[in-house]
């Protein structure tokens, strides 16, 4: 998903939405960290490279993360990348045509040492923890994987969730996320991720729909407590139409979260 990258420009607004002092804190922020220092580096950066540097600074090899909105599938790619070929990513989207593009790009560079991938065709408000986890299984007709149809192994919560939303680029612009779907997947997503996890909302703001969307993902955002979460929000000031980046990243899981059973 994702209706264009879009350039970060010059000047860059970082918003520290909810948070504390504190060394554990300062820890967890690095992911926020790495994207302000990409988004203000020399020549600007588009949002979408922001957001790879906040999923660099949180992820590590044999990691488990989560595309929602796989689109194209250069997110995808680049989290299979950066977890390696011990780690494990799930692609999620609602358009077979997202899903195709995906599978191409990951065939095309089996040699580049990738996590195993699997594919999710639906609704990214429908996913639950078990199925994150275990209820898609690996066969030969993913990417990146041994191609036995084995089971894969015991996984524990993703260390990254990320939404890239919009509509498809190149793709029919009547098909794109809402509010509607979008806000209990970010919900769901809040609850997948276990200490230290980043969840990560790119939105785009440029078609009709998209300020909606925004405001909605930043109400969520704006309702989860300051002792658990670190919510951060990353957009430039002087390029209206620009996208904006939303960081939440989980400082300690609540009783609630920690008694979830997958």
């Not at 580049?112 to 429908?126: F, I, K, P, Q, Y």
């Amino acid at each position: 998903g994702g209706g264009g990258p879009g350039p970060a420009g010059e000047v860059a607004r970082g918003r520290r939405m909810r948070g504390s002092a504190g060394a554990c804190r300062a820890a967890a922020s690095a992911a926020a960290s790495a994207a302000v220092g990409a988004l203000g580096g020399c020549g600007g950066a588009r949002m979408t490279e922001v957001a790879h540097a906040a999923w660099e600074a949180t992820l590590r090899p044999g990691a488990f993360a989560v595309d929602m909105t796989c689109g194209g599938g250069r997110d995808t790619l680049f989290l299979a990348r950066a977890v390696g070929s011990e780690g494990r990513v799930l692609a999620c989207d609602l358009q077979a045509d997202a899903l195709a593009s995906t599978r191409s790009i990951l065939e095309s560079r089996t040699g580049d040492n990738l996590a195993a991938v699997r594919l999710r065709e639906g609704c990214h408000s429908t996913l639950t923890l078990r199925e994150a986890m275990e209820g898609v299984g690996w066969s030969a007709e993913g990417c990146g994987g041994d191609g036995t149809g084995a089971s894969s192994p015991p996984l524990g919560r993703p260390s990254l969730v990320c939404f890239n939303l919009g509509y498809l680029p190149g793709g029919d612009r009547a098909v794109k996320t809402t509010p509607r779907s979008t806000v209990p997947a970010v919900e769901l997503s809040l609850d997948l991720l276990g200490n230290g996890g980043l969840l990560s909302v790119l939105c785009y703001v440029g078609h009709e729909g998209g300020a909606e969307e925004r405001g909605a993902v930043e109400a969520v955002l704006m309702g989860l407590s300051s002792k658990d979460w670190a919510c951060s929000e990353l957009r430039t000031v002087n390029r209206p139409g620009c996208p904006v980046l939303y960081l939440a990243e989980r400082l300690s899981e609540s009783d609630e979260t920690q008694r979830m059973e997958p």
